[in-house]
C-alpha cells in the first residue's frame, strides 16, 4: 500500500482540490451526488468531467454526449500509451489493462516515473501503481462530495477556482522530474501553446501540445545521443 499511502500524503489532495471545484458545476447543472460520483468514475479526467455538465442540460441526445466527452478526454490517451508498457508483465493485452488505462491519471503516470528508479519489478510497480490510482480516486470522490455538499453555502466563484489548482499542481511536479523529455516539453509547451491558441482557440491547445511534445522528443534524443 506504499502507492495509496504517498498519495494520500501529498499528491492526491491536488486532485482532491480540483474535484471539489468540479462538485460546484456539478451541482448548478442538477446532478444528483450518485450521478455524479458515477461520472467520475466513468469519465475520470477533467476535461471531460467538465464537458459532461456543461453539455448535460443542453438537450443534445445521448450519442452526441458521449462523443463529446469521449473528444474531450482523448488527451489522456497518451498518458494511457505511455503508462502501460512500464506496469505490464505480458506482452500480451490483458482485460486487466483496460482496467488499469480507466482508473489512470497524470498524476499517478508522474509518481510511477519518480518510484521506477528505485522498484524494478514489475509486478511490485504494477501493485505501486493501482493502490496510488485507488488513492486518487478515493480523494477525488470525497472532493466531489465536498464540493456538492458546500455548493449552496459558498460562492460558486471560489469554489470554481478549485478546479485548476489539478492542473497546477501537475505542473508542479512534473517539473521535479529529472527527464530531458519532461522537462523540455514543458519549456516547449510554455512557448509554443500560447501562441497556437491565438491561432485557434478550439485547436490550439492540442496542436500545440503536439508540437511542443515532438520538438521536445527530438531535442531530448539528440541530447541523449551527444552524451
Known sequence: WRGFRECILGPGWGVFTGMVGFGTLASEASLSML???????GLWSMPGLIAYVDLYNTGISILALVIATGI????????TIATIPVIRTSQKVKPVHFFYAQINSVNAYLALLIVKQEIEDRRL???YFVAYCIGTLFLGAAGLILGMTLAGSVSPEILRILIFVTPLYILLLATSSRRASILLSIAAGGLVVPYAQTLSADWGVV????????IAYFMARRWRQST
Open 207 to 214: 496542436i500545440g501540445g503536439v508540437i511542443a511534445g515532438t
Open 72 to 79: 474531450a478526454n482523448v488527451r489522456v490517451l497518451p498518458v
Open 125 to 127: 510497480l504494477t501493485q
Open 35 to 41: 450521478h455524479a460520483l458515477m461520472i467520475m468514475a
